[in-house]
């Protein structure tokens, strides 16, 4: 091959594989474009992806929840253009893999929110870790798969929840003794630093400036 040809045939190989990337590109629907998702995590028939982004009480995974009703938020994704969410089902569980709704398990509710969503299960206990997950269906019906599983720890709902005790004893802070006889002369903890305090600026004949609060004790 001349020399002149090979920049001819390097030009042909870089279009040939500018035109593979981009024919991959467009099989991937903007759902995969923007998101990042990748389109092994797809349907192949296409429809709803797993709801993704899980928050409760604009958390993740949040810890020390103290509210009775907390309220969840997810975000949607689907494969094609125009959709939107028309029921969803939430499962809440005391098993990590959420495989059955012990605690909560709203059934199928036909709603396009995905945010602010109220737990309506059983009461819930306090300093406990709960798991949940949800799923939707899109317009047409179709139904998405299960999220990932995601937690939250509820706090201390009641004031008989708080058990412990003071650290430290009485009067941990100052010591206490009994003298015998009659005090003649005492000197305050505070006096004595005040008294080290002026003593350099007097060695050096002058008068201590006056510091507000202190010069008061």
């Not at 390097?10 to 040939?16: H, K, P, S, V």
């Not at 995905?114 to 870790?129: D, M, N, P, R, W």
């Amino acid at each position: 091959m001349t020399a002149s040809a090979r920049p001819k045939s390097n030009i042909f190989l870089i279009l040939g594989l500018g035109a593979i990337g981009l024919s991959t590109l467009m099989t991937l629907s903007p759902v995969h474009l923007l998101a990042g998702i990748p389109a092994s995590q797809t349907a192949a028939d296409g429809g709803p992806l797993a709801p993704t982004a899980l928050r409760c009480e604009y958390l993740e995974n949040p810890m020390g929840i103290d509210m009775a009703k907390p309220r969840f938020f997810w975000v949607l994704g689907h494969t094609e253009r125009g959709q939107v969410q028309s029921a969803y089902q939430i499962v809440v569980s005391t098993d990590p893999r959420a495989v059955t709704g012990d605690v909560w398990d709203s059934g199928k509710v036909a709603s396009s929110k995905s945010v602010q969503i109220a737990f309506a299960g059983k009461a819930l206990e306090s300093g406990k870790t709960y798991f949940w997950k949800v799923r939707s269906w899109d317009c047409e019906g179709r139904e998405s798969p299960w999220s990932a599983v995601a937690r939250f720890d509820t706090g201390l709902f009641n004031k008989s929840d708080w058990k412990g005790a003071w650290i430290g004893t009485k009067n941990q802070l100052r010591k206490e003794f009994a003298l015998k006889g009659r005090v003649s002369r005492a000197r305050a903890p505070h006096r004595r630093a005040r008294l080290l305090r002026a003593a350099p600026e007097r060695a050096q004949g002058r008068q201590p400036r006056p510091r507000p609060g202190l010069d008061d004790l």
